[in-house]
């Protein structure tokens, strides 16, 4: 998980205010594969539960973005996961 605070200054909805508990939280998740569909949906509800407990925030205000598999494309330590 990447997390990267975005200070309530420079956040903007459409043109409104919005309060620091009501931010939303932005989640990308990388897997060297995709998993399949039902997995994904499991492991979306349970990271959104888990996320916004952990950060004191509604599950609706997580958002969860599934980047393209990483086999191929993705080195850890300067070896390339294949």
């Known amino acids: 998980m990447r997390m990267t605070e ?3 200054e420079r956040y903007a909805e459409n043109g ?3 309060e620091d ?3 939303p939280v932005f989640v990308h998740v990388l897997h060297a594969d995709w998993p399949e569909e039902d997995i994904r949906f499991k492991e979306a509800e349970a990271l959104a539960v888990a996320v916004a407990a952990s950060l ?3 599950v609706e205000h997580v958002h969860i973005e599934y980047a393209p598999p990483g086999r191929g494309r993705v080195a850890f330590g300067g070896k390339l996961v294949v």
């Open 6 to 8: 975005l200070p309530n």
């Open 16 to 18: 409104t205010t919005v």
């Open 21 to 23: 508990n009501d931010l």
């Open 56 to 58: 004191g925030r509604q």
